[in-house]
């Protein structure tokens, strides 16, 4: 079945460092979605990015979606320690089931 | 105010027992899921519901059964429960289904015994 993969599954940095995870579909996407989860938290919507080769930002974090709507990667600049959590990005697949797949996840532990 | 809602926040109980987690959203979405968090943080969509009709039902066993009594509740039902049902599990609501932006309630973190 449609697989969205994430790596890396773990990154742990020193505060003030950057942080990218990337995103990869085995299929075409219609959309992507990036959403952050707090330890003992629930996922929170960051962002969604449509077209293909499109890059949104927000403060820290930069998004982007690839020229074949397969993959994506977010980026956090200059870590601080309230970025961390895990980091889901989540594809639309589109057709009769227009269902959001769920990446696997990166989970981000920042050192103060 | 909450927008989506989850009850109970914690649920313990021993193997072969029959529970239910309800849910609530007050943002007038028509879409409700219910997905499964495992310990390793997958996050799977289990069922969605669309103004009260069952649209998404994954391989989920028939002991699960999700209940939408009206569009604002998305209700899930365990039947025999199993140690490999323990995880948290999410009710999430969307404006409509697809590519919406997904609320997500606090979660239930099911412990089987």
């Known amino acids: 079945g449609q697989q969205v993969m994430q790596i890396p599954q773990y990154q742990h940095v020193q505060e003030g460092e950057d942080f990218t995870t990337y995103c990869n579909s085995s299929t075409t996407l219609s959309n992507i979605q990036w959403y952050k989860q707090r330890p003992g938290g629930h996922p929170v919507f960051l962002i969604q990015?449509?077209?293909?080769?499109e890059v949104k930002k927000q403060k820290r974090l930069t998004f982007q979606f690839g020229e074949a709507k397969k993959n994506s990667s977010l980026h956090i600049t200059a870590t601080q320690t309230t970025d961390v959590g895990t980091y889901f990005c989540a594809g639309l697949r589109g057709g009769a089931t227009n269902k959001l797949i769920f990446g696997t996840g990166t989970l981000l532990a920042v050192q103060p | 105010d909450t927008a989506v809602s989850q009850t109970p926040k914690y649920l313990v109980t021993q193997m072969g027992n029959d529970k239910s987690i309800k849910c609530e959203q007050n943002?007038?979405?028509?879409?409700m899921y219910w997905y499964k968090q495992d310990s390793k943080k997958f996050l799977k969509i289990m069922f969605s519901?669309?103004?009260?009709?069952?649209?998404i039902n994954e391989t989920v066993p028939n002991r699960f059964s999700p209940k939408s009594p009206d569009k604002a509740h998305l209700n899930l039902h365990i039947n025999s429960l199993e140690l490999g049902d323990s995880a948290v599990y999410f009710c999430?609501?969307?404006?409509?289904?697809?590519?919406?932006?997904?609320?997500f309630g606090p979660g239930t973190r099911l412990t089987v015994l």
């Open positions: 943002l007038g979405h028509d879409t």
């Open positions: 990015l449509v077209k293909s080769g």
């Open positions: 999430a609501s969307s404006r409509s289904g697809g590519g919406d932006t997904q609320y």
């Open positions: 519901y669309n103004n009260k009709e069952l649209i």
